[in-house]
């Protein structure tokens, strides 16, 4: 794929980028040097920490000129991706199928990523993919694993852990750090859309255990795993990609059902939670104000500071990093809008947000909602619903996350031994 440069568009954004003075790279150094994750804390800016925050797809991009006939996958990188990357300091990419078609050019493009990634930012990307098995495969090369509802239903644990150890491996040897999986909930409604197979089961005790050996599968490869999708989406009758479902579940029905397996999983130390598009009133029967302002809603989890909050972290005890769905799915942007819910979404107590916006090029009109979740976030601040406390700790969270994986050092030398090693 011959790719275009436009040497004066990635110098515009550089330039509108936050400048960092020389002192202070310097000082940030040293933070990384020593792995003192609150130093590195102490000397960030507020658009590198809400940066920190955010984990964009770049799946596709409009090569040449902006128009839908030239979105092509991206499987290399140019420099008008590379001044996207390098403007906002992202905490991250989740990567896609367009992204990972073989083996060595998974590696390059990662390399790709996380060197333009360099040239404004001290802190390392973490690279997240929906590795699942079965129905939901991103990577286009390695091993076909049977799906979750297969494996349950040889009700083998050592399958769960084999499966896990397989995909943690692969993506090591990537450079993908994070899998998000495994799929947690409980899938006791036969009409769900969306989970389905994904689903190890409708046993609950079989699910926990099952999700708790895939994950230490995965965990022993030294790859962090991510549960999802909190508080439980496998009793619902609608796509949250497209619609909006509802849990009626009762708060005794879930306690006892769908908290299980994330209950199991935190109290055996897994580091990451994703969250759910799914109204569940037992827990939260609050009302909040659409985008517009002209209606009100019961909110989603992944906007309930009650779910996330109070819940996950208050009652289950998780410390560990929460991470959105989506935030492009119908469930939330038909009734939120991509600015108001990532403020929302930070407001409840998330850490991270994937996809909060898609642009396909720079002058896509998605890339400005970037800067106004930044400048919406500082708003909240100022007007008492977020806090630079909350902020800084959720940013802490996110930098001893990729501290325990190593992720605050990059070295992206001997490329081809790692392709090599990937190849094996």
């Not at 008008?80 to 992204?99: M, R, T």
């Not at 508080?231 to 769908?258: A, M, V």
């Not at 708003?379 to 977020?386: A, P, R, T």
Request: hydrophobic share 40%; aromatic share 8%; glycine share 8%.
């Amino acid at each position: 794929m011959k790719l275009s440069v436009s040497i004066f568009t990635v110098a515009s954004l550089l330039a509108i980028s936050s400048a960092t003075p020389i002192s202070r790279n310097y000082v940030m150094d040293d933070c990384i040097k020593c792995q003192s994750v609150e130093c590195i804390v102490s000397k960030m800016t507020f658009e590198e920490k809400i940066g920190q925050k955010m984990i964009p797809d770049v799946r596709s991009w409009s090569f040449g000129t902006c128009n839908a006939t030239n979105i092509l996958p991206v499987e290399q990188i140019n420099d008008e991706i590379s001044g996207f990357l390098a403007k906002y300091k992202f905490g991250g990419i989740v990567l896609f199928a367009q992204n990972t078609p073989e083996t060595a050019q998974t590696v390059k493009l990662i390399d790709q990523f996380q060197t333009a990634h360099a040239a404004t930012s001290k802190i390392p990307l973490l690279f997240t993919i929906d590795q699942e098995g079965g129905a939901v495969t991103r990577l286009g090369h390695g091993t076909m694993l049977p799906g979750n509802m297969a494996l349950g239903a040889t009700r083998n644990l050592q399958y769960a852990y084999d499966s896990g150890k397989v995909i943690g491996s692969e993506l090591k040897s990537l450079g993908i750090q994070v899998n998000l999986g495994p799929v947690s909930d409980i899938n006791t409604n036969p009409l769900n859309p969306v989970i389905n197979v994904r689903s190890f089961g409708s046993d609950t005790s079989l699910v926990a255990k099952l999700a708790l050996n895939y994950y230490n599968g995965v965990r022993s490869q030294g790859i962090c795993a991510c549960a999802k999708h909190f508080p439980g989406h496998g009793d619902t009758s609608k796509d949250s990609h497209f619609f909006l479902p509802q849990s009626n579940r009762t708060k005794e029905e879930i306690n006892k059902n769908e908290f299980v397996p994330f209950k199991t999983l935190i109290d055996n130390g897994i580091d990451m939670i994703m969250t759910a598009h799914i109204q569940v009133p037992s827990l939260d029967n609050s009302l909040i104000p659409n985008q517009w302002g002209n209606d009100t809603l019961i909110p989603p989890a992944t906007l309930s500071r009650k779910i996330m909050t109070d819940v996950l972290r208050g009652e289950l005890g998780f410390q560990g990093v929460i991470n959105s769905d989506a935030m492009n799915m119908d469930a939330i942007v038909t009734n939120f809008g991509k600015v108001y819910s990532a403020r929302l979404a930070f407001r409840a107590g998330l850490d991270m947000i994937g996809m909060p916006a898609t642009p396909t090029c720079l002058k896509d009109p998605e890339m400005a909602y970037y800067d106004q979740i930044i400048e919406g976030v500082r708003q909240d601040i100022k007007d008492g619903l977020y806090s630079m406390d909350e902020l800084d700790a959720s940013v802490i969270r996110i930098l001893n996350l990729k501290k325990k994986y190593g992720i605050l050092r990059y070295d992206g030398s001997k490329q081809e031994a790692r392709i090599t090693n990937a190849l094996s």
